[in-house]
């Protein structure tokens, strides 16, 4: 791992080890849902493999917007167990390249491309997006879904972003940002403000435009994710009430996205959370 990682940083790789599916746990959830492990193809995991609001629809409509097709060099920044970069390459046809802080989630997602037989076309790098071992222009799209949020070096992180991005290149974002009003702990991302580095919309677009990038219209998101975690609770509420596993959680797992959907439900619901999607466009 790169030694870009800061405090914050550290923090934030060990709260989305504890809360992602691991790669035991999603063969467990495979065989739960009557599907052989060795037979499975990647939309199989997407009940279970995506964790930011909205899930593969939430994905299907980045890449859309993002312009993502066959052949497009896509770079997944803060990708998770990789299942938005498991869809751009399978559904779209993009050869995939992700970047993931944890070293947990990192290996997960190396284990579950060759389960479904995309390791081929996908490469995955244990490292920090403030510092990323990638060449200046080598993509076509770079994605960023629910990671700007947790990262207090704006400036940094969005200067990775474009440098990575080849001319005429398209950076494709499905962020949170901050409203108005108190927020309601713990958020999806942070069990304490130390963890979380939340800006407006309107810096965000500010810094874009700083760096040479043209951003298009924001899609506002936000009565959607409502929804999203609405569903979570109630798909997931009474199993962590009782202890339940579920899904291929733990329990313990449970409890705490429950927990942290009924807040970010409510920090959506009365405005002091946004969520949304925009693409910005480097100049050819």
């Known amino acids: 791992m790169t030694d870009a990682i800061t405090d914050q940083g550290r923090k934030v790789a060990a709260h989305w080890s504890t809360l992602a599916v691991s790669y035991d746990g999603a063969v467990s959830a495979l065989r739960e849902a009557g599907i052989d ?27 859309l917007q993002g312009g993502i097709g066959a052949g497009d060099r896509v770079l997944d920044v803060g990708a998770g167990v990789g ?61 960023m879904q629910h990671v700007a949020m947790q990262i207090a070096e704006k400036d940094r992180l969005f200067g990775e972003l474009a440098r990575a991005l080849a001319p005429g290149g398209r950076l494709a974002l499905h962020e949170i940002f901050s409203g108005e009003g108190e927020l309601r702990w713990p958020l999806a991302w942070a069990t304490d403000a130390s963890m979380s580095a939340l800006e407006p919309l309107d810096a965000a677009l500010a810094r874009l435009r700083a760096l040479g990038l043209s951003p298009g219209e924001f899609v506002d998101e936000s009565e959607l994710g409502q929804r999203f975690h609405q569903g979570i609770i109630a798909r997931w509420g009474a199993a962590a009430d009782e202890g339940r596993s579920l899904d291929g959680l ?35």
């Open 37 to 63: 492990p060795a037979a499975a193809r990647p939309e199989d995991l997407h009940a279970f493999d995506m964790i930011h609001m909205g899930g593969l629809a939430a994905t299907d409509a980045l890449a």
């Open 83 to 143: 299942g938005s970069s498991r869809r751009f390459a399978d559904r779209y046809g993009a050869t995939v390249t992700s970047v993931e802080l944890s070293e947990t989630l990192a290996g997960t997602a190396e284990r579950l491309n060759a389960l479904v037989g995309l390791s081929p076309r996908m490469t995955v790098i244990n490292a920090s997006a403030l510092s990323m071992p990638v060449e200046t222009g080598a993509f076509d799209v770079v994605v």
């Open 250 to 284: 733990a329990p313990e797992v449970l409890a705490k996205r429950v927990a942290a959907s009924r807040a970010m439900e409510h920090n959506l619901r009365v405005g002091s959370l946004r969520v949304g999607r925009l693409v910005a466009v480097r100049a050819a």
